[in-house]
């Protein structure tokens, strides 16, 4: 049985809604000072993921793209990285995808897997490489092959962490709980 999205007046969110949708993009902002393991200048593994797929899983697409370019913009001020705009339509577009799969859904093997392969796929691999060619000017037989076996490598990495992470029984309760 499908829950009911709750809203006070007029479409509004509740003050409980922002509180959670600021302490999940607190959490996502948290994650980006987690080091990665990074492979070379272009090719990093992090945990930026966990936090998106958890807004994807409880606010669905559209408030998890509001969180995944909120987050973006802000992490790109605190670590004084390089602003492309291209990044902050890749992570907004990975929070609609999350959400689109996460989101009022069981969160099994049958909806992880392909929110993210997809996200690998189109975001992580295609787009995310355009980005860097744009920017950098690196040629792609520079930083392709790397890109492609960092992905093959984090699509059963995150998959599996995301399923654990979902299975653990206070996360789980949680997300029944205050999921939209």
Avoid: C
């Amino acid at each position: 049985m499908e829950k009911e999205v709750r809203y006070t007046h007029q479409g509004r969110l509740s003050t409980l809604q922002i509180t959670l949708l600021g302490i999940i993009l607190g959490l996502r902002i948290a994650l980006s000072f987690v080091p990665g393991l990074n492979f070379g200048n272009l090719v990093q593994i992090g945990f930026g993921f966990i936090g998106a797929a958890l807004s994807g899983a409880l606010f669905g697409p559209w408030y998890s793209l509001i969180v995944a370019i909120a987050n973006d913009l802000i992490t790109a001020m605190l670590h004084g990285d390089n602003f492309f705009l291209g990044f902050t339509l890749s992570a907004a577009l990975g929070g609609i995808i999350y959400g689109y799969f996460l989101w009022r859904k069981p969160l099994d093997w049958k909806q992880i897997i392909p929110a993210v392969l997809l996200i690998t796929l189109v975001i992580n691999i295609g787009l995310n490489s355009i980005w860097i060619k744009v920017m950098y000017g690196k040629a792609w037989a520079a930083f392709m092959p790397m890109r492609i076996v960092k992905n093959l490598i984090s699509l059963p990495l995150n998959s599996i962490i995301l399923y654990l992470i979902f299975n653990i029984p206070v996360v789980k309760k949680f997300i029944e709980r205050y999921r939209f």
